[in-house]
């Protein structure tokens, strides 16, 4: 069993700052990468960026220069600096883990999804 717990969601102003985190835990045996996705009201879930395990990020390109991705192997973590945000970035924000679980045999590779935080940027 994991888990992908997410923080740090919640209202912010425009131009503002906040950071979100998510924590995994469980039978881990390793994470590949992590990442963070988001649905506004009425859209598709889009990406946000990503991060793997060496640190090499992939953004989208409206969130380049806005966002920092980042994140603590040591603690099974990833975080989404959020800077100057915009009314239009209010969504929820979903965490997404691609990592290799404990099995009794082995291990396999899953993807694992938050249960997502709300971020609301008021102008």
């Known amino acids: 069993q994991v888990q992908l717990v997410e923080s740090g969601g919640g209202l912010v102003q425009a131009g503002g700052s906040l950071r979100l985190s998510c924590a995994a835990s469980g039978s881990i045996f390793s994470i590949n990468t992590m990442g963070w996705y988001r649905q506004a009201p009425g859209k598709q879930r889009e990406l946000v960026a990503t991060i793997t395990t060496g640190g090499s990020t992939n953004y989208a390109d409206s969130m380049k220069g806005r966002f920092t991705i980042s994140r603590d192997n040591t603690k099974n973590t990833v975080y989404l600096q959020m800077s100057g945000p915009k009314p239009e970035d209010t969504a929820v924000y979903f965490c997404?883990?691609?990592?290799?679980?404990?099995?009794?045999?082995?291990?396999?590779?899953?993807?694992?999804w938050g249960q997502g935080t709300q971020v609301t940027v008021s102008s």
């Open positions: 997404y883990a691609n990592l290799n679980v404990h099995l009794g045999w082995g291990t396999r590779q899953y993807d694992y």
